[in-house]
């Protein structure tokens, strides 16, 4: 299988660098996968997981955000926040998750409403996932 150049960063450090085959993006607009030779795109992350496949097998990756870029260079993740799934602190996610239901409570009905809600989702999701009672 073909392969292409994927870089991993959060404002933390740089997560991952190298050669991959597919990776599977958690996007604000749905999930996609991207093979060598994608077309360019720029797109959103929402809160999920990010899987990257490559010779030395399939890895998992929190994101909690941020910006992913196809390029003729391959793809970049910028990454408000991400994690492996073994070394992610469930901790920030659970306390992510009580600050936006309180938010939530507070909230008049209308479409900001509507947006906190599904991103709320996105971290309940991710929570489902790192106890593994989610199928991904």
Same mark, same amino acid.
């Given at each position: 299988?073909?392969? #292409? /150049?994927? *870089? ?7 997560? #991952? ?20 030779? /994608? ?6 992350? $929402? ?19 941020? #910006? ?15 994690? %492996?799934?073994? *070394? ?14 309180? $938010? ?14 599904? $991103?709320?989702? /996105?971290?309940?999701?991710?929570? $489902? /996932?790192?106890?593994? %009672?989610?199928?991904?």
């Amino acid at each position: 299988m073909a392969t #292409f /150049h994927l *870089d991993l960063v959060s404002p933390e450090k740089l997560l #991952f660098s190298g050669e991959v085959e597919q990776v599977d993006v958690p996007g604000a607009e749905g999930d996609f996968g991207v093979l060598a030779g /994608h077309a360019p795109i720029v797109a959103t992350l $929402r809160p999920g997981i990010l899987t990257v496949q490559g010779a030395g097998g399939e890895q998992k990756i929190v994101v909690l955000g941020g #910006f992913a870029e196809v390029s003729a260079q391959g793809l970049t993740v910028l990454a408000d926040v991400a994690e %492996t799934v073994a *070394d992610i602190d469930r901790a920030i996610v659970a306390n992510q998750i009580s600050e936006m239901e309180k $938010r939530i409570a507070q909230m008049e009905p209308g479409s900001e409403l509507d947006k906190a809600i599904t $991103r709320l989702d /996105h971290f309940k999701e991710v929570d $489902r /996932h790192l106890t593994g %009672t989610a199928i991904h």
